[in-house]
């Protein structure tokens, strides 16, 4: 788990919030139009908003992986 | 590549972010069709993806195998030419509502009753998005679209139904919603040897959802989350199953397939010597 990240491609993100509605933790959010990582710390890598996203703009990935 | 591997993998990622509107419920089910490919180990130069027009027709210029993007209602007819030509290829065609059972109709049924080896799926978001929001003929009676301002009185197709009754050997209905079951049957269809039959129920936010108040792309999400059953749970307790949308396995039953049966013909005379 600890080496898991939740990732965002803001240049695929569309904004339809599908994910911030599905995410069980309110990890996220929708700001200017765009989905924000607001809080991180708070993730348990369901991947809800992975498996949910019609952009392929979210995922969870590790740590290390670019951003 | 800011994306996972799935998509890395088999997208062409230059060519994201691709055209649909936010929330549309394509680019989900579209996730579980590449799933169910990934799952199954297809070598991707053996996977060919047929589309012909409309919103959904967009799905295979994101695709990374051998794809085709075809004239409006034609892709089974394209598809049956290529299955034909090299039926070693696993033959995917993605269609619309509109696509498929107004224009293409009759390629439907006909392909269905052949019983060729293609996996047809159909993205139902019950209009026509890419022209405006018409109604389609998946339209329920009574929603409202840009051409059906006071209601539309047409009566809808049951897609699987009709597939079924056409003679398709494999049918079963998933949602944007329900994308473990799409991506299952997916898989399913795609390993059935015969005219295999996926409807996805998707969400079209941007057209149908607004004409008919749905709300937005998450409301849309949860009214097939909370309104639909599967097959199997109302054939065991029909109230359970009462005014929802069942999902799931309708129908599997194999029977000779079409270019098979082609290929006994030509065996048969190749070996008179003819």
Known sequence: MADKALHLNKKWCKGCGVCVGFCPKQVLKIEDNKCVIAYPEKCIHCGQCELRCPDNAIYIGGRSDEQ | MNCNSTTKNYYRTEKLPHIWCPGCGHGTLLNAVVRAIEKLGLNKDEVVVVSGIGCSSRAPGYLD?????????????????????????????????GDSSAIGGNHLIHAARRNIDLTTI?????????????????????????????????????????????????????????????????????????????????????????????????????????????????????EKGKNKILIGEFHSCPKPEYTESYQVIIDRFQGMGV
């Open chain 2, 65 to 97: 195998f051998n794809t085709l993007h075809t004239t409006h209602g034609r892709a089974l007819a394209f598809a049956t030419g290529i299955k034909f030509a090299n039926p070693k290829l696993h033959v995917i065609v993605i269609m619309g509502d």
């Open chain 2, 122 to 238: 159909v993205f139902n978001n019950n209009i026509y998005g890419m022209t405006g929001g018409q109604y389609s003929p998946t339209t329920p009676y009574g929603d409202f679209a840009t051409t059906s301002a006071y209601g539309n009185i047409e009566k809808p197709f049951d897609l699987c139904s009709l597939a079924q009754g056409a003679g398709s050997t494999y049918v079963g209905r998933g949602t944007a919603y329900h994308t473990r079951l799409m991506q299952n049957l997916v898989e399913k269809a795609i390993q059935n040897k015969g005219f295999s039959f996926v409807e996805g129920l998707s969400i079209c936010p941007t057209y149908y959802g607004r004409k008919n108040k749905k709300g937005d792309a998450f409301e849309m999400h949860t009214f097939y989350k909370e309104n639909c059953v599967d097959i199997k749970v109302a054939e065991k307790d029909p």
